[in-house]
């Protein structure tokens, strides 16, 4: 399974980034994918509990020696996803997970992104 890294597309070069955005939907390359749905009635609630549920996810799978890329992509096109699913309508596509052992050697494994220091991300208030 390989992941993708915004090494792999120069910048302004539409025509990579294009190429880079469709491999959400050949789930990178993963034998295994998990469509993450909630009931539509639920709205944004739905959606919080199901990222806890997907954050779960990617845990466990780490833990567990498997890659795992959540790709919110996939919503854009959820009519499809559904029909090809069987999906119901009262259910929200959300993302899919997609899931297998990692290609540790591909280039692409190797990036990392910088993060927010917690004081960067975090406002304290004393009361």
């Given at each position: 399974m390989r992941s993708s890294s915004p090494d792999d597309v120069a910048p302004g070069d539409r025509a990579a980034s294009a190429?880079?955005?469709?491999?959400?939907?050949?789930?990178?390359?993963?034998p295994h994918a998990a469509i993450i749905t909630?009931?539509?009635r639920h709205h944004v609630?739905?959606?919080v509990d199901a990222g806890l549920y997907v954050a779960a996810f990617l845990l466990a799978a780490q833990s567990l020696g498997l890659g795992a890329i959540p790709q919110a992509a996939i919503a854009r096109c959820s009519p499809f996803i559904r029909e090809f699913f069987g999906i119901p309508a009262?259910?929200?596509v959300l993302l899919a997970i997609s899931f297998g052992?990692?290609?540790?050697?591909h280039p692409a494994n190797s990036f990392r992104t910088n993060r927010a220091t917690i004081s960067e991300a975090a406002q304290w208030v004393d009361q």
């Open positions: 190429r880079q955005a469709f491999k959400n939907f050949e789930l990178f390359g993963a909630t009931d539509a609630y739905g959606a009262d259910r929200q052992y990692p290609d540790c050697n």
